[in-house]
């Protein structure tokens, strides 16, 4: 399926486990609820998709385009997010664990409540993110820019709840 054209395409519960989709557009598309498990989607456009509670262990997105992308609540742990474009996504409550975030831009994102425990954060945009309530215990924030980022309540690297 690399290069598919899946515009708008309705993939809710779908078992894509193990696929390629590698430069595939699927803007707007719907996968609710899916399984996209150990997928190879690097420069994949996902802009405004619908990846609510959607598994997503050890994907490969990076340099995908997930801007406005609505992933509450979906499990994202091991992924490889390097260089992908997540710029106000919906990633409240999602499970990013581990994650590889490293040169992401996350302008504008909503992360409030999301996992991020040990996930590598450097050199990322958090730019006006909120990570209310988030969980950035020993995360690695080198490079990364928090300017006019919410942080309330968050748990920060060093394992304190901010003001």
Excluded at 27 to 53: E, P, W, Y
Excluded at 108 to 121: E, P, V
């Amino acid at each position: 399926m690399s290069g598919a054209i899946l515009r708008s395409a309705v993939l809710s519960g779908a078992d894509l486990t193990g696929a390629s989709l590698r430069g595939a557009d699927m803007k707007d598309a719907n996968f609710q609820r899916a399984i996209l498990s150990h997928v190879f989607a690097v420069n994949v456009n996902l802009q405004g998709a619908n990846l609510t509670l959607v598994k997503l262990c050890k994907i490969d997105l990076s340099k995908a385009n997930l801007t406005d992308a609505n992933v509450t609540q979906a499990d994202l742990s091991f992924a490889n997010l390097t260089q992908a474009n997540l710029s106000w996504a919906n990633l409240s409550e999602a499970n990013l664990e581990k994650a590889d975030l490293k040169g992401a831009d996350l302008s504008g994102a909503n992360l409030s409540c999301a996992n991020l425990h040990l996930a590598d954060l450097s050199g990322v945009s958090l730019k006006g993110a909120n990570l209310r309530g988030a969980n950035l215990h020993q995360a690695s924030l080198r490079g990364t820019n928090l300017k006019e980022a919410n942080l309330r309540e968050a748990m920060m690297p060093d394992g304190k709840i901010s003001e």
